[in-house]
């Protein structure tokens, strides 16, 4: 039973196309939350949703954007891929912020 | 805002030797902390967490780590690591109260030597 599953794994796209990552938690958590991973390592949180009301923004560009259909289901679009959108972006879900949280496998996105 | 330091990038360090990873971190009110690891082509998992109450927590895989309040500090150690905890591992800070976000720290990759 996967809790925090991701769509697609890999993700090889040209510069300037749109693409969308699903996420989907079967956890029965309220919060969910878009991270993104550089080359180095680098975790930045991008965004956090709670009972589909989206309460975390950072400082994201807005060619990138959340939807949240139900608290199981965060999705991230992406408009106009740049070079630097190059990066591992993880889900997360968790209960409450005090909560642990618990990680997808991630999206391995390449913009060529 | 809250920030975490970790000093060191990478830890090499023999199977079955003792290990210690740094954590320092900054912030101006009470702090939950967190470490997590990241194994190869994998998502993070919590290997252990502070809140409040005591110090000392104890987490999975034999990692333990201590708050200390006057050093903003929350170190993990192990007494003797193996191959398998070869990792990369993160520290994390998050404000108590309300709709906080987590700050994550840069890592550090422990490589285990056997």
């Known amino acids: 039973d996967t809790a925090v599953s991701q769509t697609p794994k890999y993700l090889v796209t040209q510069m300037g196309n749109d693409k969308s990552i699903k996420c989907e938690q079967n956890l029965g958590h309220d919060t969910m939350y878009w991270y993104k991973q550089d080359s180095k390592k680098f975790l930045k949180i991008m965004f956090s949703y709670n009972n589909k009301e989206l309460i975390i923004n950072e400082t994201v560009p807005n060619r990138f954007s959340p939807k949240s259909p139900d608290k199981a289901h965060l999705n991230l679009h992406i408009n106009s891929l740049e070079l630097g959108d190059s990066a591992v972006y993880f889900c997360?879900?968790?209960?409450?912020?005090?909560?642990?949280?618990?990680f997808g496998p991630g999206t391995r996105l390449l913009v060529l | 805002a809250q920030s975490v330091t970790q000093l060191d990038s990478q830890v090499p360090v023999f199977e079955e030797a003792p290990v210690e990873l740094r954590c320092n971190y900054s912030s101006s009110v009470s702090v939950y902390l967190f470490w997590y690891v990241q194994y190869p082509n994998q998502g993070l998992q919590l290997l252990l967490k502070?809140?409040?109450?005591?110090?000392l927590v104890k987490g999975i895989n034999g990692f333990e780590a201590e708050f200390n309040k006057s050093q903003t500090s929350f170190h993990l150690r192990k007494p003797s690591v193996h191959i398998s905890d070869t990792a990369e591992y993160f520290c994390a800070v998050s404000r108590s109260g309300g709709y906080q976000k987590v700050t994550f720290g840069t890592g550090t990759k422990l490589q285990v030597i056997p």
């Open positions: 997360a879900s968790n209960r409450g912020q005090q909560e642990t949280q618990y």
């Open positions: 502070y809140l409040s109450g005591s110090t």
